[in-house]
């Protein structure tokens, strides 16, 4: 449902006091009608529609915290969120912070977590026979390659 602006709660309460219904003034608003009736209610209580000033919530960790972040990032570049988080979590015991807490603070410095892939490193006879391989179809004509043409190995 949309927030209303300040400019339409004034035509709402206009309306109201207008003598339009409260259903009328929720369909026109496309609001429902206790929205209208919330609306009138802060009105007359406070003198005002302006909206309440809203509580902030705090960050969870300091600049130096975000800065040692960010550093060790740099340093390692396949560092995962969870480690990190757990280096964090060592020093600062009374209030832990969460990985995505440590995403958010990479974000904002425009870096990632990443996260080394998992392959089966390759023994000394398997890159030698690769390296086999490919000097050996290193000279094959183009058309193989790409697949756009049939190629007629006779």
Request: some cysteine; overall charge positive.
């Amino acid at each position: 449902m949309p927030r209303l602006k300040e400019n339409e709660r004034n035509q709402l309460i206009g309306m109201i006091c207008g003598g339009v219904s409260v259903s009328t003034v929720a369909h026109h608003f496309n609001v429902t009608r206790r929205t209208v009736y919330v609306t009138l209610q802060r009105e007359r209580a406070t003198g005002s529609q302006k909206d309440r000033p809203r509580r902030l919530s705090r960050r969870k960790t300091t600049d130096r915290e975000d800065t040692f972040i960010r550093l060790s990032h740099l340093r390692d570049r396949f560092k995962t969120a969870g480690q990190t988080t757990a280096e964090i979590n060592n020093i600062r015991q009374n209030n832990p912070i969460s990985k995505w807490t440590v995403l958010r603070r990479l974000k904002t410095c425009g870096l990632r977590a990443r996260r080394p892939a998992c392959r089966t490193r390759l023994t000394p006879y398997n890159i030698r026979n690769r390296l086999d391989w490919a000097r050996i179809h290193s000279f094959w004509p183009r058309q193989v390659w790409n697949n756009r043409e049939p190629y007629d190995f006779r």
